[in-house]
């Protein structure tokens, strides 16, 4: 970030000391990068918000390492295509409702659970804005979505129990029963042409 002449904009907000969160396993968010190293079969978020002069994104991505289980790999492509079918509902005059009815009817007929305690917003120009975008509910519910707000989609979900624990250090949110946790996010704008995602990956 540094070399682009971005800053972390996670860094320092109330106390968390690190530019990055990096969740494994059945950490759900807010996991602290440390040195213990990742093994095979392990699958890692890393979710980072950049401030580049004045204006933030922020994204979470999911990753296997080496050979995962199919049960992880079940976890991370469904994740990834909850996102996108919650991005699809953020058009001109659906409700914050449509985006969660979305995610949680695709989700969970992938049998997978749909975190409830930790959810997308508004971003900017400060990190945690309204409104909260959860990623469960009911159609027709919610802020309607006008042109020019902007907003994450950060679906968290897990192969077992939604429910979470919080972990002593006050941040790491984990799985209650053990169970795997991943997170896929963008940042986007919503414009008069439809969702423009704002953090893609490039090519990849």
């Not at 494994?24 to 095979?40: A, W």
């Not at 979305?102 to 997308?120: D, M, T």
Request: aromatic residues 6%; hydrophobic residues 35%.
């Amino acid at each position: 970030m540094a070399q682009h002449g971005a800053t972390p904009e996670q860094k320092g907000f109330e106390g968390y000391k690190y530019a990055t969160c990096a969740s494994v396993n059945d950490e759900i968010c807010h996991g602290f990068p440390n040195k213990k190293p990742l093994k095979k079969g392990d699958i890692v978020t890393i979710d980072m918000v950049v401030n580049l002069n004045g204006f933030l994104s922020d994204s979470a991505w999911s990753y296997g390492v080496g050979e995962i289980s199919d049960e992880a790999q079940h976890l991370l492509k469904t994740t990834e295509e909850a996102l996108y079918v919650g991005i699809r509902q953020a058009v001109v005059g659906n409700r914050i409702g449509d985006i969660g009815h979305a995610i949680q009817e695709y989700a969970e007929a992938q049998g997978l659970s749909v975190v409830r305690e930790f959810v997308g917003h508004g971003i900017g120009p400060t990190m945690h804005e309204d409104p909260q975008v959860a990623h469960y509910g009911k159609p027709g519910r919610g802020l309607r979505l006008k042109e020019g707000m902007t907003i994450t989609i950060e679906p968290m979900l897990n192969t077992g129990e939604w429910m979470s624990t919080l972990d002593k250090n006050g941040w790491t949110a984990r799985t209650a029963d053990g169970s795997l946790s991943a997170q896929y996010e963008h940042t986007l704008a919503i414009t008069k042409d439809g969702p423009k995602i704002l953090t893609q990956l490039g090519d990849d």
